[in-house]
Every structure is written in structure tokens, then in C-alpha cells.
């Protein structure tokens, strides 16, 4: 096998007008490949990455208001496809009124019912727990000019008994969220928080924070909405047809989802459509090289046969120079493919974000190229190494 490698380097080499053709078809064929894959990977996989990333294209928002109780939450909550679900109040009945020592604003929050895994959260904010932190919104921190680890001053007003009352609260900031979490004025709160507000507007009395008023609920509590989560994107069709299945609407954008995934797929069979076709079409015409190269090099490969070597090493002689050609093919398709891809990019950079290139390959996607070019090369070879185990010693002799 080291002498067959060596001659069958030395001859490839020898001839390196022939093998360099073999190398630039090759890098003909290969490289537009790889720019067409990297601009569908740059392109698409950058779209799916940010509805993957962005936890909003995972929610599930119902339409109008219901009846939810303990019992249909915790049924929802075993769901494989769910990961954050949490009942919501009435709409009317979670807002609060904030103001800090820092501002002279006083602003009219949204509170939002949270807990641990809440997905429009990142993980270096805390979450809120008890009946006396909170989390603000990135509007309306900047409105009341406080960070974490302030306080604010929440408050609450009704008219109960024909008497105007206000009840005050001391919140501590436990974290701030960033805009696209939450875009208006809001404060994530624990959902005992949002229930404690609820009670006293509606006239009834929460003895945990001192608040007078009527006896509180008795009965279960009902929830006229929730806040749901998908694991991922490609569970927010299923959970929503389970829930469209079972009387409730809801609202998702599973059709943006739709829209990306069925792009994705459908440049994938292009693509695919593609590469079939032009690696056929090299393998075939490598191959027919390589058979014509054995016959133009008949009488040299039944010498090597006359003086001891075997069939099995002489197939391996069209083999090993069809495997160089796919190494140096990929090589030079490879350094193709890079500067293009720098030249796409740049031209590009106004309009892309500089960590979602347009035109990008990972490493993974050349040592994939690399695997099929050997293998297509190899492939190939089989059609010379047919035609050399077909030699016999006595061909060389005829033509001496």
C-alpha cells in the first residue's frame, strides 16, 4: 500500500494539468453549493433563530374571558407541550398606581401575575415572591427613576360603603426588564399580589396587608384568563387546536411560525435538489475520466502487475488520486466560499445584525461538505477501479 501511494501521488502530480482540471470542476461545482446553502442557512436560520429566541412567538393568548379554575390549570400545567402557564385577573382590576421618591410622576401600571420559569425574563433577574416585590418594566423604571434594590410606593383606591379609600403598599424593585419583554408601563408581580388588589377593589378585605373591607372569598376563586406558554415554537399549533378543541379562543402567531418553517423546508429541497444533481453530475464525469486515465495507462498498471502486485492494490491506485482530488477540490471550494462569504456580508452589513450574517457556514456544515465530496470522489473511483482490476500482466506484454 506505501509503494501503490506513492506511485499514484507521484503520478498525479506529475500530470497536475489533468489533475488540476479534476480540482477546479470539482471547486466549480462545489463552491456555488456552499454560498447557496450559507445564504438559505444565513437568511432563514437567522429568522428561525428569533422566533425561537423571542419567548412571545411562544404565547398563547386567549380571546374574550372565561372561567378557570385550580382544577383546569393544573391539568394544562401536566402538559409535555406547556412551559409557563399562570391564571390572569381582570383586566381592570390589576392596575396599580406607582410613585418614587426619585420622580414627582405618578403612573398608572399594568400588573402582569408571574412566577419561577417566567419566560419573558432573563436569567440574571430575580423573581418576584411575597406580597412586597416586584419587578418593573424598563418604561416604567425610567418613569419613576429607580433601579434595583429601590423602593416604590404602590397604591390603590375605591369607593366602598359610599367612601371614597386609598390603601398604600411598600414594593421593593427586585429587577428591571428589558423593552421587548414588556413595552409599557408595567411591574411583574407574584400572583398573590395581583389577587390581594383584585380582593380590595372589588370591597373585600385582605387581612395579609391590613386592608379592611367585606369577608374575603369563600368560594374557589375562578380566573377569567391566563398567561401560557409554549416549550417551543412547534408546539403552539398543538396547544392552541387543544384549546380551540375545548370551546377556547385563541390567539397565537403560529402563522409567522408557518410562514418561516415551510420556507425553511421548501429551500431545503431546493437545495438538496441542487446538490444531488451537480454531485451526480461530477461523480459521473470523474468517473469517466478516471476510466479513461486507467485505459490511457494500461500498459504502465499491467507492468505493476507483472512485477507482483495484486488487484486489490492496483484498484486502490484510481481511488487514492480520486480521494486527493476531493480533498484539494473541497480545499479550494472552501476558500471560494469564504471570500465570498466576506464580500456578501459586507456589502450587507448596513442592513443585518453582525451576529446574524447573511451569507455563514459553521464548522459542522464543512466538515459535512467534505464528508460527501470523499464520498461522491470515492464513489467515482469505482468506475476506474473496475476498469483497473480488469488488467492482466500479458496487456503490457501485447504492447511491448
Given at each position: 500500500m ?13 500530470e497536475?494539468q489533468?489533475?488540476?482540471?479534476f480540482v477546479?470542476?470539482l ?5 456555488p453549493m ?7 442557512f ?8 428569533q422566533?425561537i429566541?423571542?419567548p ?12 378557570y379554575n ?6 394544562v400545567r401536566?402538559?409535555?407541550e406547556?412551559a409557563f ?7 381592570l382590576a390589576a392596575?396599580?398606581?406607582l410613585k418614587?421618591?426619585a420622580s414627582?410622576r405618578i ?11 417566567e419566560?419573558?425574563?432573563?436569567k ?5 415572591t411575597?406580597l412586597h416585590?416586584i419587578?418593573l418594566?424598563?418604561?416604567a423604571a425610567h418613569?419613576?427613576?429607580?433601579a434595583v434594590?429601590?423602593?416604590?410606593d404602590?397604591s390603590?383606591?375605591r369607593r366602598?360603603?359610599?367612601?371614597k379609600?386609598?390603601?398604600h403598599?411598600?414594593l ?9 419583554a414588556f ?5 411583574f408581580?407574584p400572583l398573590?399580589l ?5 380582593d380590595?377593589l372589588?370591597?373585600?378585605?385582605v387581612?395579609?396587608?391590613?386592608w379592611?373591607g367585606?369577608?374575603p372569598?369563600e368560594?374557589e376563586r ?7 406558554y409554549?416549550?417551543?415554537i412547534?408546539?403552539?399549533a398543538?396547544l ?6 375545548s370551546?377556547?379562543?385563541?390567539r397565537?402567531?403560529a ?9 425553511e423546508?421548501?429551500l431545503?429541497?431546493?437545495f438538496?435538489f441542487?446538490?444531488?444533481i451537480?454531485?451526480?453530475g461530477f ?9 479513461a486515465?486507467?485505459d ?10 507483472l512485477?507482483g ?10 481511488v487514492l488520486?480520486?480521494?486527493l482530488t476531493g480533498i484539494?477540490?473541497?480545499a ?7 471570500a465570498?462569504e466576506t464580500?456578501?456580508n459586507r456589502?450587507?452589513i ?11 457556514l459553521?464548522p459542522?456544515?464543512?466538515e ?5 465530496t470523499?464520498g461522491?470522489a470515492?464513489l467515482a473511483?469505482a ?6 482490476a ?6 503490457g506484454?501485447r504492447?511491448?
Amino acid at each position: 500500500m506505501r509503494n501503490i501511494f506513492k506511485l499514484a501521488l507521484t503520478d498525479y502530480f506529475y500530470e497536475w494539468q489533468m489533475s488540476s482540471c479534476f480540482v477546479l470542476a470539482l471547486a466549480a461545482v462545489l463552491a456555488p453549493m456552499m454560498i447557496l446553502f450559507a445564504l438559505k442557512f444565513g437568511i432563514i436560520g437567522s429568522m428561525v433563530e428569533q422566533l425561537i429566541e423571542d419567548p412571545r412567538n411562544r404565547e398563547i393568548k386567549p380571546v374574550g374571558s372565561g372561567h378557570y379554575n385550580s382544577e383546569w390549570f393544573n391539568s394544562v400545567r401536566e402538559k409535555p407541550e406547556v412551559a409557563f402557564i399562570i391564571p390572569r385577573t381582570r383586566s381592570l382590576a390589576a392596575t396599580m398606581q406607582l410613585k418614587s421618591n426619585a420622580s414627582t410622576r405618578i403612573i398608572p401600571a399594568e400588573l402582569i401575575p408571574t412566577a419561577e420559569k417566567e419566560p419573558l425574563f432573563y436569567k440574571d433577574i430575580s423573581i418576584p415572591t411575597g406580597l412586597h416585590q416586584i419587578v418593573l418594566s424598563e418604561s416604567a423604571a425610567h418613569k419613576l427613576k429607580v433601579a434595583v434594590g429601590d423602593q416604590v410606593d404602590g397604591s390603590l383606591n375605591r369607593r366602598h360603603d359610599n367612601q371614597k379609600e386609598r390603601v398604600h403598599i411598600k414594593l421593593t424593585v427586585v429587577g428591571i426588564t428589558h423593552l421587548a419583554a414588556f413595552a409599557r408601563d408595567g411591574a411583574f408581580v407574584p400572583l398573590d399580589l395581583i389577587i390581594a388588589t383584585e380582593d380590595f377593589l372589588d370591597g373585600r378585605a385582605v387581612p395579609a396587608l391590613g386592608w379592611q373591607g367585606d369577608l374575603p372569598l369563600e368560594s374557589e376563586r375562578s380566573f377569567p384568563g391566563f398567561r401560557l406558554y409554549a416549550n417551543t415554537i412547534d408546539d403552539v399549533a398543538a396547544l392552541r387546536d387543544g384549546l380551540v378543541a375545548s370551546g377556547i379562543e385563541a390567539r397565537t402567531r403560529a402563522a409567522d411560525i408557518d410562514i418561516v418553517q415551510t420556507m425553511e423546508k421548501r429551500l431545503n429541497a431546493v437545495f438538496w435538489f441542487v446538490a444531488v444533481i451537480g454531485l451526480t453530475g461530477f461523480s459521473f464525469s470523474l468517473g469517466a475520466n478516471l476510466w479513461a486515465n486507467v485505459d490511457r495507462k494500461k500498459k504502465e498498471l499491467s507492468v505493476l502487475r507483472l512485477v507482483g502486485f495484486r488487484t486489490s492494490d492496483i484498484i486502490w491506485f484510481p481511488v487514492l488520486q480520486a480521494l486527493l482530488t476531493g480533498i484539494l477540490g473541497w480545499a479550494l471550494a472552501s476558500l471560494i466560499y469564504l471570500a465570498v462569504e466576506t464580500s456578501i456580508n459586507r456589502m450587507l452589513i448596513t442592513q443585518v445584525d453582525e451576529d446574524n450574517p447573511v451569507c455563514r457556514l459553521l464548522p459542522l456544515h464543512f466538515e459535512v461538505a467534505l464528508i460527501f465530496t470523499v464520498g461522491a470522489a470515492v464513489l467515482a473511483a469505482a468506475l476506474g477501479g473496475y476498469r483497473a482490476a480488469k488488467i492482466q500482466p500479458s496487456d503490457g506484454l501485447r504492447e511491448i
